[in-house]
């Protein structure tokens, strides 16, 4: 692995460590439309603004310099007047696949902010025509997308995705406590959760046509597994406050029905740094592409995404993940 390795962070390091799943990962290439990182070695700019997360290690010179990319919608407007940027937009989908195809890129991991489909469909197409297997942490339908799933299956080229979990997130903390009411025979009459942060992705969320597929991505994650009717779980827009930086403050409530009609409200508060709380994550989704390509299997698996997205192309519950993970593990090993 490379730098500090984060214990167990999807649930599934055992599985990795009995099938000797290590990984040591090169950086080749790197986008960026930022004018404050664009030019830096990556090691330099991943610690540039508007980064505002701790710095938990430290990281060697890559060798890799930012290049910039296309802008197109991945950013609000109202992001975009107070960032200095820097807009390659002749750096096309052909542009962009040559460049990968000349790094020598095997996984691509697109970390571009929420309410971006067409900067994020670029890079996917980009990625597949240069045989890179791609890995979508954004909300925007790509794995889901069964147009571009198609072209990786055609092309045998691995697509993970989409919207990537966090070690212990909003989302798998609400449905957990629903699927807790459903198992102890609580009836959910409403529920909903609330997010703020100061980093830029939920400065980016103010505007709120970008939370859109946010929005469905998280709702998809929370009702494939609680089973509760849709009309009885809200989820609140973000709102951006500024000095928490990348501090995120979530509240969950829940109220429900228990016997004779007796009142149930639950009201959990969680507090976490937001950019390390997916790092890990995004870690092991990256070891799971490495053994999917090495197995020449191509498209999207179930299996391969349910333990790591929000919004998988299946839905498979908490319990049935991590099993069903692990054999498909075992059947790559072998052919890897």
């Not at 597929?213 to 849709?230: C, D, M, N, R, Y």
Request: proline content about 5%; overall charge negative; glycine content about 6%.
């Amino acid at each position: 692995m490379l730098g500090t390795v984060v214990s167990n962070p999807s649930g599934v390091e055992e599985i990795f460590a009995e099938n000797d799943l290590s990984l040591d990962v090169e950086f080749v290439a790197a986008f960026d439309v930022d004018q404050r990182k664009v030019g830096l070695d990556l090691a330099e700019a991943i610690f540039a603004e508007p980064n505002c997360t701790s710095k938990y290690t430290e990281v060697p010179a890559t060798g890799v310099t930012v290049e910039a990319g296309p802008i197109l919608d991945g950013l609000a407007d109202h992001v975009k007047a107070e960032i200095p940027l820097v807009d390659d937009s002749s750096l096309d989908e052909d542009r962009v696949a040559a460049r990968l195809r000349e790094a020598g890129a095997e996984i691509v991991v697109c970390q571009l902010p929420g309410g971006s489909p067409k900067a994020t469909r670029l890079y996917a197409m980009a990625a597949v025509r240069a045989g890179a297997a791609f890995i979508n942490c954004n909300p925007e339908e790509v794995a889901n997308s069964e147009e571009i799933r198609d072209k990786y299956r055609a092309q045998g080229v691995p697509l993970l995705g989409d919207d990537v979990k966090s070690q212990l997130g909003t989302t798998v903390l609400h449905r957990t406590l629903l699927e807790l009411f459903q198992r102890r025979g609580i009836d959910v009459t409403s529920s909903y959760q609330l997010n703020f942060g100061g980093n830029n992705d939920f400065k980016n969320m103010l505007d709120r046509s970008r939370f859109s597929s946010k929005q469905t991505s998280k709702h998809s994650a929370i009702l494939a597994a609680s089973g509760v009717e849709p009309d009885r779980i809200e989820l609140v827009p973000p709102d951006h406050i500024r000095s928490l930086r990348d501090h995120k403050v979530a509240y969950v409530q829940i109220e429900g029905e228990a016997f004779l009609g007796m009142k149930v409200r639950l009201e959990v508060k969680l507090q976490v740094e937001d950019s390390p709380n997916s790092a890990g994550v995004v870690i092991d989704a990256i070891r799971m592409a490495a053994l999917q390509r090495a197995a020449a299997v191509g498209g999207t698996v179930a299996e391969a995404c349910s333990p790591f997205f929000k919004r998988p192309v299946e839905q498979i519950p908490e319990a049935e993940s991590l099993p069903r993970l692990s054999e498909i593990v075992q059947v790559w090993g072998e052919k890897a």
